[in-house]
């Protein structure tokens, strides 16, 4: 039960965006006698404010997760759960302050040290988010969203190859990692755009081979207003692609667009 708890913790701050930490070198905090009873009820409190969060009525699950926490203070998974709740509303500092606390109780809780990583990246404080989404991948090396988060946090400080080499390494653990709602990100509205995040993946994809994912990528990335036609017939990553009669397609519909944009004139075709 405890197993499945902390996977839960998984933060999509969401995107997104299970997916919020403290300090790497967490110090053990003090516990407090908690009845048998006591312990009971926060475990129902935990239990209503995780439907409540799969409502996402966030508001009522954070006041399920404190009243959890009022009766059970030593527990690591109602804590990552009131971090990720308060995160959710925007509550920055606090969820920073529930996650340091979640890890100081286990500070063998990768998906805390996670969590606690996520709210440093969106608080602008990247140095402090890389190690302790690092430390999550030393605790937890199997999870592959710990992967994409650090490669989204060096995607934000334009360290595009050691993006793509950390979204690899989620691949290789599921190869469903990037696409679909499964996908977890990052966003504080940094420097990265979602349609460069997009772009980058799409290249990924093309070196993995992944035709199809690699094309998706490249739609999406224009739709998110990426339009840098230059960038993606220049990029070395895309080579995998150049044969596929729908990039050309998606080439020619690209300076279609761009024409658009810039107030030029489509020729019609021959009725």
């Not at 709740?85 to 890890?103: I, N, Q, S």
């Amino acid at each position: 039960m405890r197993a499945s708890g902390r996977a839960y913790g998984m933060v999509l701050l969401f995107g997104l965006l299970a997916a919020l930490w403290g300090s790497a070198c967490a110090p053990r905090v003090v516990r407090v006698p908690v009845s048998e009873e006591d312990a009971q009820r926060a475990r129902l409190a935990l239990r209503e404010g995780d439907l409540a969060f799969g409502r996402q009525d966030y508001y009522a699950a954070l006041i399920r997760y404190l009243e959890g926490s009022k009766y059970n203070p030593n527990d690591e998974v109602i804590a990552n759960r009131l971090g990720i709740a308060y995160a959710k509303l925007g509550f920055y500092d606090r969820a920073e302050k529930a996650l340091r606390r979640a890890v100081q109780l286990d500070p063998e809780f990768a998906h805390g040290y996670n969590n606690l990583g996520s709210i440093y990246f969106l608080k602008d404080k990247l140095g402090r988010a890389e190690r302790h989404l690092k430390k999550a991948i030393r605790l937890d090396g199997r999870e592959p969203s710990f992967y994409i988060n650090l490669g989204n946090l060096y995607l934000e400080k334009n360290q595009v190859p050691r993006a793509m080499e950390q979204w690899a390494r989620a691949l290789e653990l599921d190869p469903l990692a990037l696409s679909g709602g499964s996908a977890v990100s990052l966003s504080r509205g940094g420097r990265t755009t979602p349609g460069e995040r997009a772009f980058a993946l799409a290249r990924l994809y093309a070196r993995e081979g992944n035709r199809e994912l690699a094309l998706r990528h490249l739609r999406q990335a224009v739709a998110l207003g990426f339009s840098d036609a230059d960038a993606i017939r220049g990029e070395p990553d895309l080579e995998p692609l150049r044969g596929d009669p729908r990039f050309a397609e998606f080439l020619g519909n690209l300076d279609m667009l761009i024409r658009l944009q810039d107030g030029g004139d489509i020729e019609a075709g021959p009725r």
